[in-house]
T-cell receptor, first 116, second 111 residues
Framework: EAQVTQNPRYLITVTGKKLTVTCSQN?????MSWYRQDPGLGLRQIYY???????DKGDVPEGYKVSRKEKRNFPLILESPSPNQTSLYFC???????????????FGPGTRLTVL | DQQVKQNSPSLSVQEGRISILNCDYT??????FLWYKKYPAEGPTFLIS?????DKNEDGRFTVFLNKSAKHLSLHIVPSQPGDSAVYFC??????????FGKGTHLIIQP
C-alpha cells in the first residue's frame, strides 16, 4: 500500500530535550516536506527536500532541522524543543515539479507534539 | 503576507444543497491549484486539482472553477453529503517550490 508513515503519532516532551520525528514514504517520491498545523493558521511549511541531500527552508524553519540521506526518509529534528513548537506535524511527499503531474502531495497521518 | 487566502473559517450547508468554498491567491506565478480535505486525526487527502490552463475541472460531485483574472478559485460540492463535513484546504503551486496552503475552511453539513 502506497503511504507516508510518521512516528511517533503522539509525543509529550519537556523543553530542551532533543527529539526526532521520523517520516518514510514508499512511493519513490523525490519531493518531501514537513508542515505544522496550528489553529487559525492552517498548514505552514517548515522544510522541504527536492531530492536526496537537497533540503531547503520553508516558511517557518526556526527551531527545526531536517536531513535527507535516503530518498524514502525525511526526519524532522528538534534540537531544543520549546513550548511554541507544540503543534500537529504532517509529513508529505510527491513527485518533483516538472514531472508533468499536478504535484499531488500525499500526507502522513500526523504527529501531535506537546512541549511542556 | 498570505499568498493563499480562504476568508471563510467555517461554512454551514444543509444536506443535499450546494457547498461553495472559496479561495483567493496573490502570486501570479502559481500555475496549479489543489483542494485537500481533512478529517480530524487524519492527514489531508487530495480531492481535486486544476491547472492554470483550464477554468473548470469536474470529478463526480466535486467541481473546481478557476478565474485567473480575478485570482480566485472555488470548489463546488453538489449535492452535499454528511461525509463531506471536514476542513478543506486550498493549495497553490508553481515552479520548483512546494505548495502554499490556505488556512482552511471548516465545512459543516447539516441534516
Amino acid at each position: 500500500e502506497a503511504q507516508v508513515t510518521q512516528n511517533p503519532r503522539y509525543l509529550i516532551t519537556v523543553t530542551g530535550k532533543k527529539l526526532t520525528v521520523t517520516c518514510s514514504q514508499n512511493m519513490n517520491h523525490e519531493y518531501m516536506s514537513w508542515y505544522r498545523q496550528d489553529p487559525g493558521l492552517g498548514l505552514r511549511q517548515i522544510y522541504y527536500s527536492m531530492n536526496v541531500e537537497v533540503t531547503d527552508k520553508g516558511d517557518v524553519p526556526e527551531g527545526y532541522k531536517v536531513s535527507r540521506k535516503e530518498k524514502r526518509n525525511f526526519p524532522l529534528i528538534l534540537e531544543s524543543p520549546s513550548p511554541n513548537q507544540t503543534s500537529l506535524y504532517f509529513c508529505a511527499s510527491s513527485f518533483a515539479s516538472g514531472s508533468g503531474s499536478y504535484n499531488e502531495q500525499f500526507f502522513g497521518p500526523g504527529t501531535r507534539l506537546t512541549v511542556l | 503576507d498570505q499568498q493563499v487566502k480562504q476568508n471563510s473559517p467555517s461554512l454551514s450547508v444543509q444536506e443535499g444543497r450546494i457547498s461553495i468554498l472559496n479561495c483567493d491567491y496573490t502570486n501570479s506565478m502559481f500555475d496549479y491549484f489543489l483542494w485537500y480535505k481533512k478529517y480530524p486525526a487524519e492527514g489531508p487527502t487530495f480531492l481535486i486539482s486544476i491547472s492554470s490552463i483550464k477554468d473548470k475541472n469536474e470529478d463526480g460531485r466535486f467541481t473546481v472553477f478557476l478565474n485567473k483574472s480575478a485570482k480566485h478559485l472555488s470548489l463546488h460540492i453538489v449535492p452535499s453529503q454528511p461525509g463531506d463535513s471536514a476542513v478543506y484546504f486550498c493549495a497553490a503551486g508553481g515552479g520548483a517550490d512546494g505548495l502554499t496552503f490556505g488556512k482552511g475552511t471548516h465545512l459543516i453539513i447539516q441534516p
